[in-house]
Antibody
Framework: QVQLVQSGAEVKKPGASVKVSCKAS????????ISWVRQAPGQGLEWMGW????????NFAQNLQGRVAMTTDTYTSTAYMELRNLRSDDTAVFYC????????????????????WGQGTTVTVSS | QSVLTQPPSVSAAPGQKVTVSCSGS????????VSWYQQLPGTAPKLLIY???KRPSGIPDRFSGSKSGTSATLGITGLQTGDEADYYC???????????FGGGTKLTVL
């Protein structure tokens, strides 16, 4: 079955970096993209950006530009999200989710939504 | 401030029906398909509705979706206590080139 399994919880100090992994199985990794979504305690869902599975091209939310990086390892079907220069308000649960996209022109196909989600990774930023 | 607007909460009695609204603009809901997500307490979001009104395999037909212009609606009939969750609408915004979500609606089954 299609599945996304994320890495475990992290505790980081302000100013540090965190890298979260998302291992895909049950489908052809390069046929889909991976979106990253975070949820601060008691808050709603915030889209962070996404990465295309076939070529690694990325787009990020404007408020995270310069602090976030997304990469993939197609050999292990794993996506990674790194957030740098952490602040206390980065404390959140981070989710990866599969998204369909037009491989030829690189734009999402919102028709199918984010159809599979990882279990979430809690990142706590505290001094 | 979310790009898509949802009511913070809705409530109804078991067995009753409830609707959740999601309002956007031409660049998001007006020109793209809407999906809905259910987030049970302490769990990851799950796709509930895609392509405005389609249900993934395993989602009961008590859940329905519709879209008109720049608004979308999630309907849930035959409410059960197990439906208590947060519900989010989402879509792609063609002007912002970002995925956008509503702020979420907490459903309470009284």
């Amino acid at each position: 079955q299609v599945q996304l399994v994320q890495s475990g919880a992290e505790v980081k100090k302000p100013g540090a970096s965190v890298k979260v992994s998302c291992k895909a199985s049950g489908y052809t990794f390069t046929d889909y993209g991976i979106s990253w979504v975070r949820q601060a305690p008691g808050q709603g869902l915030e889209w962070m950006g996404w990465i295309r599975g076939n070529n690694g091209n990325t787009n990020f939310a404007q408020n995270l530009q310069g602090r976030v990086a997304m990469t993939t390892d197609t050999y292990t079907s794993t996506a990674y999200m790194e957030l740098r220069n952490l602040r206390s308000d980065d404390t959140a649960v981070f989710y990866c989710a599969r998204v369909d996209y037009d491989v030829l022109i690189g734009i999402p196909i919102p028709q199918y939504g984010m159809d599979v989600w990882g279990q979430g990774t809690t990142v706590t930023v505290s001094s | 401030q979310s790009v898509l607007t949802q009511p913070p909460s809705v409530s109804a009695a078991p067995g009753q029906k409830v609707t959740v609204s999601c309002s956007g603009s031409r660049s998001n809901i007006g020109n793209n398909y809407v999906s809905w997500y259910q987030q049970l307490p302490g769990t990851a979001p799950k796709l509930l509705i895609y392509e405005n009104n389609k249900r993934p395999s395993g989602i009961p037909d008590r859940f329905s979706g519709s879209k008109s212009g720049t608004s979308a609606t999630l309907g849930i009939t035959g409410l059960q206590t197990g439906d208590e969750a947060d519900y989010y609408c989402g879509t792609w915004d063609s002007s912002l080139s970002t995925w956008v979500f509503g702020g979420g609606t907490k459903l309470t089954v009284l």
